[in-house]
Structure formats: structure tokens, C-alpha cells
Nanobody, 114 residues
């Protein structure tokens, strides 16, 4: 399975971005698709996941929305009311019901200026 993330960019605080991640290959095995992020000098952290239901990190609840188009094997992350602390490289991850992060994309940079 290959994951290709896109949609990052440089925005101002309060703006929105829509990230996309398209899966290719043996996508029939994918149960979970989601997003993590890693800010400079920090560890990678969970952002959101779409599986049996949607899951969100507390830091993005109410601002970010994850959605999934199973027909296109694509997961989206709508990011609203962006804050400078949302600045990070956003990584797409996908996997099975046993391990939701079997596969990783390369990441897309999101930079939010104040």
C-alpha cells in the first residue's frame, strides 16, 4: 500500500486547509486511515483517524474534521481555525484493525503564521 498526502501550505491563523491522502495498491486490507503530525523538535502525535468511527486528538476537536471516500481510497482532513501551534508535517497513516499504522505517507507541511 502506498499513501500520497497533499494539500499542505502556508496560511495565517484562522484560515483553513484541506489535506488529502490517497491510497493505492492492496487497499482492500485497509481498515483505518488517519493523520498524525510532527512539529519541529517534538514527537509525532496522533491527530485523527477514520475506522469504525472517527477519533480525534483533544487539541483538534471542533476544528478538524476527518472524512473518507472509500470508493476512491482517500481520506481527507478539513482543518479549520488553524493556529500557529498546528504547524507541523502532517502524515497520513493507514492499516488494519490490528495495527492502524501499518503504512505511512511522506507527509505534507502545514505552516500557520500568527
Amino acid at each position: 500500500v502506498q499513501l500520497q498526502a497533499s494539500g499542505g501550505g502556508m496560511v495565517q491563523a484562522g484560515d483553513s486547509l484541506r489535506l488529502s491522502c490517497a491510497a493505492s495498491g492492496r487497499t482492500s486490507s485497509l481498515y483505518s486511515m488517519g493523520w498524525f503530525r510532527q512539529a519541529p523538535g517534538k514527537e509525532r502525535e496522533f491527530v485523527a483517524r477514520s475506522a469504525d468511527r472517527t477519533y480525534y486528538a483533544d487539541s483538534v476537536k471542533g476544528r478538524f474534521t476527518i472524512s473518507r471516500d472509500n470508493a476512491k481510497n482517500t481520506v481527507f482532513l478539513q482543518t479549520n481555525s488553524l493556529k500557529p501551534e498546528d504547524t507541523a508535517v502532517y502524515y497520513c497513516a493507514a492499516g488494519s484493525i490490528i495495527r492502524t499504522t501499518d503504512y505511512w505517507g511522506r507527509g505534507t507541511q502545514v505552516t500557520v503564521s500568527s
